[in-house]
Structures are given as C-alpha cells and as structure tokens.
C-alpha cells in the first residue's frame, strides 16, 4: 500500500503525455481531436461544444475542455452522445476546423514554410486552459498566433512550458493579496510531445551551471500555428533543474538568466531539430535575446576563419526585436558576475570573444566595466530592426536608447519603429455581438474588416435598439459573474468591496459602470481615482445618476507598496453605497477580462505618462463598445478622436510628477461628472441614451479594425518580417 501511494507521487512529477485516457462514446471522439487544437477558443460554436457537455463542470474546470472530458460522468457523456442535434454539431464543427486547416501557409516574399518566421517570447497566453502567461505580454503573444494562423502567415512559435505558471491570486479577509501556485502538470493540457522519427521524445540540451540540462518540447497547436514549449522537468535532470522552468518570472537574477538560456540557446537547437530554417527570428521582448549568441556561435563553428563581429552581422540579417516598455523593472539586467557565472568560458570562447567582449554586448556603453548586462541592449545591437509598439513609444523607445548609437545620430534618426499591438477580434468579441453582426451585416462580417469605410457604413446600418440590448444583456451577464465570483468566495465579517454576506445587491445593471483592470505597478496609478474620495463618493452615492466601478489586478508578489495600495482599496469603508457599488474581481486572467471588457459602459485607464508602452485592454473594451477613458498615452493617443472614448488630462510632461498627479485627478473627475455621466443619463423618448449609442458605434467603427491583431501581424510582415 504505502510503496504505491509512493511511487503514485512520483509518477505525478513528470508528464510523459496528456493523452486523454478514456474511451469517449464512438459518436463524440471527434472531441478529443476538437479539444486539441486551440482554434475552438475563438469560435462560438467551439466554446459553445463543451460548454453545454456539462455547463457546471465546465465552469469547475475554469474551461479546461479535456479536463472537462477527463472528469464528466459516463452516464452525462451517454445522454449526450445520444443528442443527435448536438452530435451533429460536433461534425459540423470537426468539418470547418478541418477546412480552416487545410490550406497550406501563403508565402511571403522569403517567408515561406520551410523558411517560416520563428516568434520567441518568454509567456504566451492563447486560452485559460494553458495558463502560461502573467499579463499583457503574453496575451499579445497569443494574438500575434492567432492572426498569424487566420492570415496563414508562415510562423513557428517558441517559448517555455512552465509548470507552476503565474501566480493565483486571493485577497485576505484583511485585504492583503496571497498567492498560490498550481501544478498544470495536475491538469490535463492541450499539449502533445514533441517525438523524433524514431518516436523518441526530442530532445535538446542546454549547458547549465556545468551541467548539460535536458529539455523536452511539447506542441501546443494554435489553430494553423505550432507553439512548442521546452521544458527542463524530465526525469533525466537533477532536482534543481527540473526546477529551471518552474515558475514564470517567479526567481531571482540566476533563474532568470538560466530560463533564458532555455529559451534562446534551446530555442534554436529545437528549431534544428525539427529541421526548421527560420528566414526571419522575431524576438519579441529581450527575454529570447540569447538565441542570437547561439546563432552567432553556429556560424562561426561552421567556419575557422570568421570573427564574431563576421557573424554578428549575418545574425542580424535574421533577426528583429519588438521592446515592450520604457519601464526599468520590464527590462531585465544582470550583474556581470552573475551573467559570467551562467555562461561558460567555452561558451564565450566559442564566440571568439574575450570575457570583457562578451559582457561589453550586454551594455549601452560597451566601455563600462560597472554597467549591468541588459537584454535589451544586446538585442538592439544584434537585431537588423527595433520597433515599438506604439507611435508614441517609438518615439520614448528612441530617447531611451539613444545613448547606443553614434553621437551625430539625431534622436529621431535613431533605428527604432512601431507597430501598434492590436487584439484578435474572434477571442475578445462578444459571442452575441459578432451574432448581431452576424444577423445585420451577414455571415462575412469579418471580410470588411479589412475596409475600414465599409465597416464604418455597417456599424451605422445597425438599429440602435438592438445594439443596446446586446449591451445591456452583457453587462447583466457580467454582473451576474461578479455576484457568483465573489458569493463563491469565503465571506468576512463584514462587507468590503471583496468580501459581500450577501450579493443580491452588488452592482445595479442601470447603473454606469466603470471597468478598471491592470496590473498593480505604481506608473498605473491605482489611486488616482482616490485622490479626493469625498468627490469620488459624491458620484457614487449620486441618487439619480450614480456610479459603480469594477476593479481587477495583480500586484507582484514582492511588490510590498503594490500590496498596501490593494489593502487601502479594499479597506475604503465609508458611510456610501460603495460597498455595494464597487467590487474587486480576484485573479485578473483572460476569463475574467473577457466578461469585463465585453459587458463594462467605460473602460478606464491612467498610467502615467509616456510609461504605458502600448496597453491592449481598452482595445478590447472598444471592439466591444465600451468608451474608452484614458490618458493620452500608448495605443488611444492613435485611437482618440474626441467622439469614440473620452481623454484625461493633458499631453504636457516635464513638470513635477507630484503636480502632474493633482493635474490628472482634477481632470478625471471633471471629465467624469461634465462629460461622461451627462452622457451616459440622457435618454429620448424610447429610454434610449442615443448620445452614448452614437460614441458606442463610433467607437465600434474606428478602433476595431484599426486596434486588430490581423492589421498588426499584416504590418509586421509587411514592414519588419520582409
Ligand atoms: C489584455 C490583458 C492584459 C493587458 O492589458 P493592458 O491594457 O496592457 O493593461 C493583461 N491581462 C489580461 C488578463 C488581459 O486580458
């Protein structure tokens, strides 16, 4: 008994596979090979599949479908295998998933599939059920999949699968965030491994710490997309460094440089098993900036009479970089004794380079010894193009670096771009929006996307009644997920805007509601809206025309000030209906920030600027008709204008952050009680706010196709894959 309780446990630590191991009734296995390529996540009648399988369950397995699959009851599976509509369905689906598959990749000036553009990142969120990203970045990285597989671009993606993800977050009766981490090798992922023609695991090794570290490749399939994941968690390994690709961003200064060692020097070893010779390497963010040393060191092990600075320049012929934010903390640098520590003089040496050389790549002046090794810098100085990922942080992106280029170079001159990040249009709409889209402009809706003024004329041809109702029918749905989210939740002792005895009354589906989500940093400014809390109050408490907010985020772990600013939101406890008209939706992730942005009136953003690089969320928020409420900064500087969301403050910098703060709080809330509820409460004859209505469309018209991750894979093929 005991041995096998053991050696049960043992067995748990590794996955040699996620294969479903159950007999599903003949007439629903289509499912198991449904369930294993991602592109039912963005189709309606693909959540909709396992959704109704057993809708409770599906919800318990926080939509995991082959979790669900593992876990429903036989006689559920056998009333449903004998639902004849609904096995149709699953044919019907299983045909257009495989005629969505079935074309090979368009080739692409020298982007062509046996040359595909390979895409590195160091998180990708594709769907809750591969939890694998911590915010902003990775759900980007997701997107660019997507697109990628809609527009049948040639491009393999490659990251880290980690074991333990990002952190979970749950708020303390006493409002102190806690966190906790899940083992994803418990649940049942849509991976497969990666097999040699032997059918062998593949296999790469990566020299770690004087140890040759084995990393096993999984294939997550993204639609047309392949995503493989390496992982160091296979029995070969010692302790530590089944560790390696433990957690994502969750070690200190040596697990990181190790994690990107994986990524980056494995990353290309992979690709060269797999016998994939990418045209193009897109490092998206520095965390993958190493691969270009290992590309650099293949060249040169390939010829006895070049220099690294001879390969340097062939490296970069293949490489582009996209930087992500002028932030200190989101570009990562390391000590030159630590980065020396995690790279082998034979390493070095096999670049040609001294110690002093190799460290010299890593800083913005290669001639200071003090200065830290930096992920950006190398990957700017091997990289043949840089961009941005906004107007607006091109230009910050090209003072910030400015210093690594020759002195006569003017600022503007500098060689960074932008491209604006966009979202993939099919995961962030509304499922019964693109319904009524479906109904009003016809089942290739999505085909005007691509033209803007034709889009712009259909939006307008939609009746105004109908588009408030699906509206107000979201936002009812997200209220309703709210009241559950937080009743399912252990309640206190008393009511805070996290903890309810009763949620009856929380939120008021006619009331103007405001979405806040985002990570807790501090240049986000989570207590702008605090600044003056009697007037904040005033407005909520207001009797005829009130308003309730929505808040969501993480703070990171160690983020001790980012914690406090959570405890003194939550703590707020005032004689006013905030208690009632406020609420904290725990653990921000992909699911909840689909039912925020879909069913939310306005979406608010106030990061200090120029420090929001891009931001995505309120991209979202508008494709579904939420106003935008934001500074001008990243992304809504392109999208602002004037009718389709609302701006804070003014464009002004430079001055004192203290006095730009006061500035900006003054501004939000006159924009707040002048504008925003005046607008929201005005109402004809029909009890329909047409004012909003026409800010909802206009804001549908602009920022859909303009703020779509298919504009933005299609300018990246265009202005940097090429
Ligand atoms: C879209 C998204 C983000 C990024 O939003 P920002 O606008 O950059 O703050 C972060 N987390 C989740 C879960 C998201 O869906």
Redesign the pocket.
């Given at each position: 008994m005991h041995s096998s309780a053991v050696s049960l446990k043992t067995e748990q630590r590794f996955r040699e596979d996620f294969e479903l191991k159950r007999e599903l009734p003949e007439n629903l296995r289509l499912l198991d090979r449904i369930s294993g390529n991602f592109f039912w996540s963005w189709r309606r009648e693909g959540v909709e599949l396992f959704r109704e399988l057993e809708p409770a369950l599906w919800e318990k397995c926080e939509q995991s479908p082959r979790l669900l699959l593992k876990r429903i009851r036989p006689l559920r599976l056998w009333q449903k295998s004998l639902d004849a509509d609904y096995v149709d369905r699953i044919g019907t689906f299983a045909a257009m998933m495989d005629e969505y598959l079935a074309p090979g990749p368009i080739v692409q000036g020298r982007i062509s599939p046996s040359n595909p553009v390979a895409y590195f990142c160091a998180e990708f969120?594709v769907h809750n059920s591969l939890p694998n990203y911590s915010?902003?970045l990775g759900?980007l990285a997701g997107d660019h999949l997507k697109s990628a597989s809609d527009l049948n671009i040639p491009l393999v993606a490659i990251g880290l699968l980690y074991r333990y993800g990002y952190f979970r977050q749950k708020i303390a009766h006493d409002g102190w965030q806690e966190e906790r981490y899940n083992d994803v090798f418990e649940s049942e992922l849509a991976l497969t491994p990666v097999l040699d023609e032997n059918g062998d695991r593949l296999t790469v090794t990566v020299m770690i710490r004087g140890r040759e570290v084995l990393t096993q490749a999984w294939l997550a399939e993204v639609g047309r997309i392949k995503l493989y994941l390496l992982d160091t968690n296979v029995p070969e390994n010692s302790e530590v460094d089944r560790y390696i690709t433990g957690h994502l961003y969750g070690g200190d200064s040596e697990t990181r440089i190790v994690q990107e060692k994986v990524l980056g020097l494995g990353g290309v070893r992979l690709l060269r098993k797999l016998r994939i010779d990418p045209s193009v390497y897109h490092l998206n963010e520095g965390h993958s900036a190493f691969l270009t040393l290992e590309l650099a060191r293949e060249i040169l092990a390939g010829d006895e009479s070049l220099t690294f600075t001879d390969a340097m320049a062939r490296v970069r012929e293949k490489c582009v970089f996209t930087t992500h934010t002028p932030v200190e903390a989101g570009n990562d640098v390391f000590s030159p004794d630590r980065l020396q520590s995690c790279f082998s003089a034979a390493f070095v040496e096999s670049l040609r380079l001294t110690g002093e050389e190799f460290l010299s790549l890593g800083r913005t002046d290669p001639d200071d010894p003090d200065e830290w090794f930096g992920m950006t810098p190398l990957a700017l100085r091997m990289a043949r193009s840089a961009n941005g990922v906004s107007a607006k942080h091109g230009e910050v992106s090209r003072a910030l670096w400015h210093k690594m280029f020759p002195s006569e170079t003017a600022v503007d001159e500098v060689p960074i771009s932008h491209v604006t990040n966009g979202?993939h249009a099919p995961t962030w709409i509304a499922p019964t929006l693109k319904a009524l889209y479906f109904r009003h402009i016809g089942p290739n809706w999505t085909s005007l996307l691509t033209d803007p003024a034709a889009w712009r004329e259909a939006i307008e041809r939609i009746p105004d009644a109908e588009l408030w109702k699906v509206h107000t029918q979201l936002k009812h749905l997200l209220i309703a997920f709210i009241r559950q989210r937080t009743l399912a939740k252990e309640t206190g002792l008393q009511n805070t805007i996290n903890e309810h005895e009763d949620t009856r009354m929380l939120l008021d589906p006619d009331v103007l509601t405001i979405g806040f989500?985002?990570?807790v940093a501090a240049y986000k400014r989570w207590n702008l809206i605090m600044t003056d809390l009697e007037r904040l109050l005033k407005l909520v408490d207001d009797p005829a025309r009130p308003v309730q907010f929505v808040f969501a985020g993480k703070a990171h772990p160690q983020d001790l000030t980012g914690k406090q600013l959570l405890q003194n939101l939550m703590s707020i406890n005032h004689d006013s209906n905030w208690q009632k008209r406020a609420v904290f939706v725990e653990d921000?992730?992909?699911e909840?920030?689909r039912y925020l942005v879909q069913g939310v009136d306005v979406w608010m953003?106030v990061p200090r600027r120029p420090l929001e690089a891009?931001?995505?969320?309120?991209q979202?928020a508008a494709m579904n008709g939420g106003l935008n409420f934001s500074i001008l900064d990243g992304w809504w500087i392109e999208g602002y204008n004037g009718v389709n969301g609302f701006s804070i403050g003014e464009l002004n910098v430079g001055r004192d952050q203290e006095v730009i703060d006061l500035e900006d709080a003054e501004s939000l809330y006159r924009v707040l009680e002048e504008q925003i509820v005046p607008a929201y409460y005005s109402t004809d004859e029909h009890r329909l706010p047409v004012e909003w209505i026409r800010r909802m469309k206009d804001a549908l018209a602009t920022l859909t196709t303009q703020f779509s991750s298919d504009r933005m894979v299609r300018d990246y093929v265009a202005q940097i894959y090429r």
């Open positions: 969120g915010g902003g759900i979202v989500a985002r990570r921000y992730d992909q909840v920030a953003n891009s931001g995505t969320s309120g979202k």
